[in-house]
């Protein structure tokens, strides 16, 4: 099973959309500052995750709320 998941930094308004097998495994890599692309805006929390069977469905799900269509969805889901 495959997670995308979106994560928030309230300190810093900020959204990153990910995917992983175990989402609180990778939220903890993210807040040790293990990726470089969001430890400059720790701590972060998860506000969203969808699972998926495949590796393809959840990488097309990943890309696809990473577009402008994407950041529109997840305004109008998650209150952004």
């Not at 900020?14 to 040790?32: A, D, I, P, T």
């Not at 969001?38 to 699972?51: D, F, G, L, S």
Request: hydrophobic share 30%.
């Amino acid at each position: 099973m495959y997670c995308v998941y979106i994560l928030y930094s309230d300190t810093y308004d900020k959204y990153y959309v990910g995917m992983s097998h175990n989402v609180q495994s990778r939220l903890k890599e993210h807040n040790r500052g293990k990726t470089k692309s969001t430890k400059a805006y720790t701590p972060w929390r998860v506000v969203h995750i969808e699972k998926f069977e495949t590796r393809i469905l959840a990488r097309n799900r990943e890309v696809y709320l990473k577009t402008a269509a994407g950041r529109k969805w997840r305004k109008s889901n998650l209150g952004d």
